[in-house]
């Protein structure tokens, strides 16, 4: 089980890279959005090769260094052990948290989909996952075929677990509001961040959310 002295800030944006093959095609988006605050990235790209995987990572670790942001491998636990990533994100198919929790050690983190189960998200933290993400909460250009979530399992998450708990799916800034009210701690995002012309305004447009949300409950 996590140690209960270890809590990671499991908060704000988190951006999650597309599955493009070329690096080319989104490092600058990356980059960009890195240094206008993005709190957390994600690596999630199957398409390349295991060499370009572990160099396009190794890059964005760097990168996310320098700006101060929290670096997650999705899925693959031997490249977040080879880059000694801050941790790794995985889903139903992926390997088990003991097994990540064993390689990667107790200082990592370990974030868990729950996609809309709560009884998934509570067995997640009783084996020691850092954070939870339930989604997708919107029609998403992602994973469109994904199974949709409610408001109302992310209000009773929010009052039920005491683990950081992620929206994901479909999010932008004009509807992702109401999942920070209903209480999401961090919005983990990809086509709205990468597929408009200016990312980092849009990662400003983000962060006034969180600003106002956390004003509204000091």
């Known amino acids: 089980m996590m140690n209960p002295m270890i809590r990671h800030n499991i908060s704000g944006l988190y951006a999650i890279t597309p599955d493009l093959k070329d690096f080319n095609l989104y490092k600058d988006t990356t980059k960009a959005i890195l240094d206008a605050g993005v709190q957390l990235l994600q690596y999630r790209n199957k398409q390349p090769g295991k060499q370009e995987r572990f160099a396009q990572a190794k890059c964005l670790k760097k990168w996310c260094k320098q700006s101060g942001a929290i670096f997650i491998i999705n899925d693959d636990l031997e490249l977040a052990h080879a880059l000694q990533a801050d941790g790794i994100h995985l889903?139903?198919?992926?390997?088990?948290?003991?097994?990540?929790r064993n390689l990667l050690g107790p200082g990592k983190i370990i974030g868990i989909s729950c996609y809309n189960s709560l009884k998934r998200a509570q067995k997640a933290i009783l084996e020691g996952a850092d954070y939870i993400a339930f989604g997708s909460f919107?029609?998403?250009?992602t994973k469109p075929h994904a199974q949709r979530t409610s408001l109302s399992l992310l209000k009773e998450g929010r009052n039920s677990l005491d683990v950081p708990i992620v929206a994901i799916g479909g999010i932008t800034p004009q509807n992702s509001r109401q999942l920070i009210e209903a209480g999401a701690d961090a919005l983990a995002v990809v086509h709205a961040?990468?597929?408009?012309?200016?990312?980092?305004?849009?990662?400003k447009e983000f962060s006034k959310l969180f600003k106002l949300e956390k004003q509204l409950n000091d």
């Open 193 to 203: 961040l990468y597929s408009g012309d200016d990312p980092a305004y849009t990662v």
């Open 138 to 141: 919107f029609s998403s250009e």
């Open 91 to 100: 889903g139903m198919d992926d390997a088990s948290l003991f097994q990540a």
